[in-house]
T-cell receptor, first 111, second 114 residues
Framework: QKEVEQDPGPLSVPEGAIVSLNCTYSNSAFQYFMWYRQYSRKGPELLMYTYSSGNKEDGRFTAQVDKSSKYISLFIRDSQPSDSATYLCAMSSTGGFKTIFGAGTRLFVKA | ETGVTQSPTHLIKTRGQQVTLRCSSQSGHNTVSWYQQALGQGPQFIFQYYREEENGRGNFPPRFSGLQFPNYSSELNVNALELDDSALYLC?????????????FGPGTRLTVL
């Protein structure tokens, strides 16, 4: 079993839709949760991060962490064609040194 | 742009050869991490260097090695290339070696092993 599971998609939605992206994990030591966006032929860029459980909002993006269920989500409101990319969840623990990534979900937002 | 650059952009090698990939971190970033991203997968941690010393390694064999230099540049060396080494290789730099510190990724080097 992988430490981090993420549905690779692809996920196709119309412009303006609310997008929900999710990951599950098995390591209860993870405390730092991140979402990266990766455009084709580019490196990942950090979108949002949260520490422990709770919600965090930044513009059209909301990140949620439920540590009791080992489940994290990223919501994108009013999705735009420019949001079309691969979204990677990532996690780390404060006692460790490495970041564990999910496989990434490919998102297509159609105009 | 993150300020992290990698060279070359693309590389084609044959099985058994050796390859060196290069990364230039953001100025002031003392930590560089290297990742392997196979097609359709997320990045997998190879190793991390902090102030020119390796301080963490993922599940990669010893033929994957690295160096970090005082001028914020670093190298990933892979010996005895195998077909499965074909992937996008990413470097990421950060100020400290804490896993909670923001990592800034370069655009990657795409390696093809024939």
């Amino acid at each position: 079993q992988k430490e981090v599971e993420q549905d690779p998609g692809p996920l196709s939605v119309p412009e303006g839709a609310i997008v929900s992206l999710n990951c599950t994990y098995s390591n209860s030591a993870f405390q730092y949760f991140m979402w990266y966006r990766q455009y084709s032929r580019k490196g990942p860029e950090l979108l949002m991060y949260t520490y422990s459980s709770g919600n965090k909002e930044d513009g059209r993006f909301t990140a949620q962490v439920d540590k009791s269920s080992k489940y994290i989500s990223l919501f994108i409101r009013d999705s735009q064609p420019s949001d079309s990319a691969t979204y990677l969840c990532a996690m780390s623990s404060t006692g460790g040194f490495k970041t564990i990534f999910g496989a990434g979900t490919r998102l297509f937002v159609k105009a | 742009e993150t300020g992290v650059t990698q060279s070359p952009t693309h590389l084609i090698k044959t099985r058994g050869q050796q390859v060196t990939l290069r990364c230039s971190s953001q100025s002031g970033h003392n930590t560089v991490s290297w990742y392997q991203q196979a097609l359709g997968q997320g990045p997998q941690f190879i190793f991390q260097y902090y102030r020119e010393e390796e301080n963490g390694r993922g599940n990669f064999p010893p033929r994957f090695s690295g160096l970090q230099f005082p001028n914020y540049s670093s190298e990933l060396n892979v010996n005895a290339l195998e077909l499965d080494d074909s992937a996008l290789y990413l470097c990421a730099s950060s100020f400290t070696d804490s896993p909670t510190d923001t990592q800034y990724f370069g655009p990657g080097t795409r390696l093809t092993v024939l």
